[in-house]
């Protein structure tokens, strides 16, 4: 069963623009990770943020985290064509220190 | 080269054969895991292990089975291959005192 529902499932900007990424969750967790997935390729970690944090910065990504609401959102600031890609969001949950729920994904486009 | 390697990348075969697909880790990690991913359904776990000689079920075990008995190797077999099993089956691995998962590139699995 999935725990996270990203939201929306596809999106496409002009490079140079912002890109946010909406995911859900259902249960309470320990972490919450995003990954990217370009095209044909396996998947490659971008930034975990644990429960006890509201935001977090990793060069152009932004991601915050509202256990509240069961949510997090990902911003990619100034887009880049290489941006290009799927984004995923994984979640640890609280009774499980190993496995990850996945969402659906969301398929990121960077028009040049 | 360091890292975690999948073969092979593309398979084709019929109802009823039996398939294997290899995963091989050069970083002694612990734990590793399989998933595999449709459309729509984000990545599913397979099965996992937490180090060699323990491996435990994921969300969708059935008509699969998976073997450690060396830390870096982490085989998964179809027993006898169903068309619903045509997937993309990733093979992924993290340390101990991580929680961030590394992947391989993915085989490309299509039953017939």
């Known amino acids: 069963s999935q725990q996270g529902e990203e939201d929306p499932q596809a999106l496409s900007i002009q490079e140079g623009e912002n890109a946010t990424m909406n995911c859900s969750y259902k249960t309470s967790i320990n972490n919450l990770q995003w990954y990217r997935q370009n095209s044909g390729r396996g998947l490659v970690h971008l930034i975990l943020i644990r429960s006890n944090e509201r935001e977090k910065h990793s060069g152009r990504l932004r991601v915050t985290l509202d256990t509240s609401k069961k949510s997090s959102s990902l911003l990619i600031t100034a887009s880049r064509a290489a941006d290009t890609a799927s984004y995923f969001c994984a979640t640890v949950r609280m009774d499980s220190n190993y496995q990850l729920i996945w969402g659906a994904g969301t398929k990121l486009i960077i028009k040049p | ?112």
């Open chain 2, 1 to 112: 080269d360091a890292g975690i390697t999948q073969s092979p990348r593309y398979k084709i075969t019929e109802t009823g054969r039996q398939v294997t697909l290899m995963c091989h880790q050069t970083w002694s990690h612990s734990y590793m895991f399989w998933y595999r991913q449709d459309l729509g359904h984000g990545l599913r776990l397979i099965y996992y292990s937490a180090a060699a000689d323990i491996t435990d079920k994921g969300e969708v075990p059935d008509g699969y089975v998976v073997s450690r008995s060396k830390t870096e190797n982490f085989p998964l077999t179809l027993e006898s291959a169903t068309r619903s099993q045509t997937s993309v089956y990733f093979c992924a691995s993290r340390p101990d005192w991580e929680e961030t998962q590394y992947f391989g590139p993915g085989t490309r699995l299509l039953v017939l």
